[in-house]
């Protein structure tokens, strides 16, 4: 008991009283464990910049989402802020807190924290090297080796660090001489005016070889520092090293820490060969994980603003300065994996505007395939889709924030984009051009790791190919009436609807005597009435079902909405049936006489028995369409001259008609059921009765 109150003034006292002392003892020596790896922590060799980025990289909900099952009623992902039952003690209450902006847990019941290193080591009862060792693997990092050299590396980076804050000014102050007039005018016609310049800390790069070099190397820079910045080139003709930037305004580039890391420069000269430049790969930059202006957007996130991905600088300025805080650029490059993990630990969902030209369309689709693999719950992008030709800059500067607002309001889903990719300027016109925008579409959303997300996705494009496809199947023309439709399954250029007699009494006796349009539709009830109990069977059979006429507007939609829901089981799908065609549409259609006496609809769950019914009754549908085909095109032969052609073709349709109506009435089931439930093929049955009675015939001829 004596040591407590020394804890106590050590700054490790405890709120509220304790449940134990043990427990406090317990809690204690966790946080006595956290201060002595802090203190190894310095005694390592591991750079101290090494471990900072580490954590920054390392998302704190990710690592501890493996361990725990967040509260999300509680539970804020869009700012970070989770909670969760501890899993450092046994309760039933979300006490334990993530804050994943500042990396940090803390639980109010057993008073644990800390960040993402000391987690894995209290859960995964590892070492600090090897905790470091997991995090690093899954942030894709290299642990640097722990060899003496390691603190030099250490000290390098930050002396290169401080070389760059003094680039950063003297940039700034050569932006306020006489040389960099053209610069200011044209940064103010771009809306920036100085004390924007002066947030930003714009700078520019005067037109010298060596501007920057004779400055720095007479404040005492090494040389080698200079280079190993980036700051400068070595002469290829044996002259003096000189300056990577020149004639250029200068766009400070700082990671997430706030350290001055790059720099990139927009040419003044129209016609240099790049209009904007960035600093080579250092030790500090690496520019496929870094982002510009990503620190202050990550505040601006967290105080719930959109993040914003533009294409460029300027962009992000321009963004910013109307009021959108929350904006990033990826530098000039295609985004990458690392940038996307990065967007992700600041926002769940950004929102990427990419410019609307080809190329700003290209980088929006390229990230899709980069993105899908690695979609999780909540974690996904959206894309505001820009005029053409314009970028956010464009934008703002000529109808304000408002129109970027509604821009984002707007953003389409990242399901849509791939739909727009794969389909835009495109003809379907055929089955093959179909099968191939499937395999596509099956094949990209293949790589979806997440299942739950992978179902989600082919639900969306089931509906979106549904919105596509289903206007020409049906046949419809300008203004929702009927339109030819030349291929279709009813025959060439045949109506879609029921046609009405010819004035000719041949072709009226002919249509009158063999249409079959009551039976279709009997047997379409019986078709629907079967799927409703067995929605499974939906997709097995959707070309059929898609082929159907479907006469009575009921049927038509009862239909639909098999097709669209049939996959998500007979309860769900009773529920859409009931709330579109009222609650006793379903009972009414199954109560009818010639649905009721359907053997699968009497025995609910025969699965096999109702395949092979909705098989049967399909091919009888065909079969009438068929009929119908060869009707139409005798009955407009009609209208002109009368031959023997004719009269011949009216002859094989009758005789068609009859074959398929009494094809329609046979019974060409392969199995027949036991009364036990069991398939038993005819066949064998047949050949067995044949025994059988070879068997009866002899033994009545011995007696």
């Known amino acids: 008991m004596l040591c407590l109150p020394l804890w106590r003034n050590r700054g490790f006292a405890t709120p509220g009283p304790p449940a134990s002392i043990y427990e406090r003892v317990k809690v204690h020596r966790r946080r006595w464990t956290l201060w002595t790896l802090r203190r190894y922590d310095r005694r390592m060799s591991l750079p101290p910049g090494f471990l900072d980025e580490l954590r920054e990289r390392s998302s704190l909900s990710q690592v501890v989402g493996r361990k725990v099952s967040w509260d999300m009623r509680k539970s804020n992902q869009g700012k970070g802020d989770m909670w969760a039952p501890c899993p450092f003690h046994q309760e039933k209450s979300a006490s334990f807190h993530v804050d994943d902006r500042k990396g940090f847990y803390y639980c109010f019941g057993c008073h644990a924290k800390g960040d993402a290193i000391s987690f894995v080591r209290e859960t995964e009862n590892v070492g600090f090297m090897e905790a470091i060792e997991i995090l690093a693997r899954e942030a894709g990092m290299e642990v640097p080796k722990q060899d003496p050299r390691a603190q030099a590396k250490a000290d390098r980076r930050d002396l290169l660090a401080e070389v760059m804050e003094q680039a950063v000014r003297w940039y700034r102050l050569q932006l306020q001489t006489g040389a960099a007039a053209e610069a200011r005018r044209y940064l103010e016609g771009r809306g920036l005016p100085r004390a924007a310049q002066e947030r930003w800390e714009l700078g520019f790069a005067p037109d010298a070889w060596q501007g920057l070099w004779d400055h720095l190397t007479g404040k005492g820079v090494a040389e080698d520092l200079i280079l190993g910045a980036g700051l400068a080139k070595p002469s290829s003709k044996g002259g003096r090293p000189y300056d990577t930037f020149?004639?250029?305004?200068?766009?400070?580039?700082?990671?997430?820490?706030?350290?001055?890391?790059?720099?990139?420069?927009?040419?003044?000269?129209?016609?240099?060969?790049?209009?904007?430049?960035?600093?080579?790969?250092?030790?500090?930059?690496?520019?496929?994980?870094?982002?510009?202006?990503?620190?202050?957007?990550?505040?601006?996130?967290?105080?719930?603003?959109?993040?914003?991905?533009?294409?460029?600088?300027?962009?992000?300025?321009?963004?910013?300065?109307?009021?959108?805080?929350?904006?990033?650029?990826?530098?000039?490059?295609?985004?990458?994996?690392?940038?996307?993990?990065?967007?992700?630990?600041?926002?769940?969902?950004?929102?990427?505007?990419?410019?609307?030209?080809?190329?700003?369309?290209?980088?929006?689709?390229?990230?899709?395939?980069?993105?899908?693999?690695?979609?999780?719950?909540?974690?996904?992008?959206?894309?505001?889709?820009?005029?053409?030709?314009?970028?956010?800059?464009?934008?703002?500067?000529?109808?304000?924030?408002?129109?970027?607002?509604?821009?984002?309001?707007?953003?389409?889903?990242?399901?849509?984009?791939?739909?727009?990719?794969?389909?835009?300027?495109?003809?379907?016109?055929?089955?093959?051009?179909?099968?191939?925008?499937?395999?596509?579409?099956?094949?990209?959303?293949?790589?979806?790791?997440?299942?739950?997300?992978?179902?989600?996705?082919?639900?969306?494009?089931?509906?979106?190919?549904?919105?596509?496809?289903?206007?020409?199947?049906?046949?419809?023309?300008?203004?929702?009436?009927?339109?030819?439709?030349?291929?279709?399954?009813?025959?060439?250029?045949?109506?879609?609807?029921?046609?009405?007699?010819?004035?000719?009494?041949?072709?009226?006796?002919?249509?009158?005597?063999?249409?079959?349009?009551?039976?279709?539709?009997?047997?379409?009830?019986?078709?629907?009435?079967?799927?409703?109990?067995?929605?499974?069977?939906?997709?097995?059979?959707?070309?059929?079902?898609?082929?159907?006429?479907?006469?009575?507007?009921?049927?038509?939609?009862?239909?639909?909405?098999?097709?669209?829901?049939?996959?998500?089981?007979?309860?769900?799908?009773?529920?859409?049936?009931?709330?579109?065609?009222?609650?006793?549409?379903?009972?009414?259609?199954?109560?009818?006489?010639?649905?009721?006496?359907?053997?699968?609809?009497?025995?609910?769950?025969?699965?096999?028995?109702?395949?092979?019914?909705?098989?049967?009754?399909?091919?009888?549908?065909?079969?009438?369409?068929?009929?119908?085909?060869?009707?139409?095109?005798?009955?407009?032969?009609?209208t002109g001259t009368a031959d023997e052609g004719v009269t011949w073709r009216l002859s094989e349709a009758a005789r068609a008609a009859d074959r398929a109506v009494r094809a329609g009435q046979e019974d060409k089931a392969e199995y027949d059921i036991g009364d036990n439930g069991a398939r038993i093929s005819r066949d064998e049955r047949n050949a067995l009765d044949a025994l059988l009675g070879t068997i009866r015939f002899s033994k009545s001829g011995e007696s």
Request: aromatic share 4%; glycine share 8%; with cysteine.
């Open 246 to 638: 020149r004639n250029r305004i200068i766009y400070p580039i700082r990671d997430g820490r706030g350290r001055a890391i790059a720099f990139g420069g927009r040419a003044m000269d129209p016609d240099d060969k790049a209009k904007y430049l960035n600093s080579p790969e250092t030790e500090l930059f690496d520019k496929g994980r870094s982002l510009y202006n990503m620190r202050a957007a990550r505040t601006a996130a967290g105080q719930g603003r959109t993040l914003l991905v533009a294409e460029g600088y300027m962009d992000v300025i321009a963004l910013s300065e109307a009021g959108f805080g929350a904006a990033v650029a990826p530098l000039g490059t295609a985004i990458t994996e690392t940038q996307l993990q990065l967007l992700w630990r600041i926002a769940p969902e950004p929102v990427l505007m990419l410019d609307g030209d080809a190329a700003g369309q290209r980088a929006a689709m390229r990230v899709i395939d980069l993105a899908l693999p690695l979609l999780e719950a909540g974690q996904s992008l959206r894309f505001a889709v820009m005029p053409e030709g314009k970028d956010p800059d464009d934008l703002l500067r000529a109808e304000g924030a408002a129109a970027v607002q509604k821009l984002v309001d707007a953003a389409l889903p990242m399901v849509q984009l791939l739909w727009r990719r794969e389909t835009e300027g495109r003809s379907f016109d055929s089955p093959e051009r179909k099968a191939a925008l499937d395999k596509s579409l099956r094949d990209a959303i293949k790589t979806i790791r997440d299942p739950s997300i992978r179902s989600h996705y082919g639900q969306e494009i089931k509906d979106l190919r549904w919105q596509l496809f289903r206007p020409a199947r049906k046949g419809q023309g300008a203004g929702g009436k009927r339109a030819f439709a030349p291929g279709r399954p009813g025959g060439r250029g045949m109506p879609a609807g029921p046609v009405a007699p010819m004035p000719s009494t041949k072709t009226s006796a002919l249509v009158t005597a063999t249409r079959p349009d009551s039976g279709a539709h009997l047997r379409e009830a019986v078709i629907l009435a079967v799927l409703a109990r067995c929605p499974e069977l939906a997709e097995e059979f959707e070309p059929g079902i898609e082929a159907m006429r479907c006469q009575d507007p009921d049927h038509a939609r009862l239909r639909d909405l098999i097709l669209r829901h049939g996959h998500a089981g007979e309860a769900l799908l009773a529920e859409r049936i009931a709330g579109a065609l009222g609650e006793d549409a379903l009972e009414n259609l199954l109560a009818q006489r010639h649905v009721a006496i359907t053997p699968c609809i009497r025995t609910p769950g025969d699965t096999e028995r109702a395949r092979l019914t909705v098989a049967e009754e399909l091919a009888k549908l065909e079969a009438m369409r068929g009929l119908d085909a060869e009707i139409e095109e005798a009955a407009e032969d009609l």
